[in-house]
């Protein structure tokens, strides 16, 4: 397990890299110390920028953190108004970790699986606004496909 040493020093590393994006400093502020119930007021006040910050973040930070956002879809009640957002945000990133091949943590592999079912039953939820989001399914779909593929290295 990383100390919290090990773990500032790869948030330092992060937010010190040549092309590192200014959202890696508010990444740090919004994850590094902070407990599951503190991260998740941070996606309940934007869900777009906590996954914005998830995306600029190293993989090894990622790999740590995104099962947070995960919990955040299981375990808490959302607002009808952002489900959209929260589902769009959700699946855009984790296609975009899958195909750039960096997710490494077999946890989140497994709760992908969970996420997506939830989704499915919920469908009607997250899914109202298929004109401007997308069809939720098909995205479901291929997300199912890439995780059925998808190899821990």
């Keep these: 397990m990383e100390t919290e040493l090990d773990l500032e020093a790869l948030w330092d590393e992060c937010i010190t890299m040549p092309d590192a994006s200014p959202d890696v400093k508010y990444a740090k502020q919004d994850f590094f110390n902070r407990t599951e119930q503190q991260i998740f007021v941070t996606f309940d006040m934007s869900v777009i920028e906590s996954a914005s910050e998830l995306r600029k973040i190293t993989p090894p930070l990622f790999n740590l953190y995104f099962p947070h956002f995960q919990n955040y879809i299981l375990k808490c009640k959302h607002n009808a108004m952002e489900a959209n957002d929260i589902a769009s945000c959700y699946i855009r990133l984790l296609v975009e970790k899958l195909q750039q091949g960096i ?6 592999i497994e709760k992908a699986v969970l996420v997506n079912k939830y989704f499915r039953e919920n469908l009607c939820f997250y899914n109202d ?9 098909l995205k479901l779909d291929e997300v199912d496909k890439l995780l059925a593929q998808y190899e821990i290295k």
Excluded: A, H, Q, R
Excluded at 103 to 108: A, D, Q
Excluded at 129 to 137: H, N, S
């Design 129 to 137: 606004c298929p004109e401007v989001y997308g069809d939720l399914k």
């Design 103 to 108: 997710v490494s943590n077999k946890e989140i």
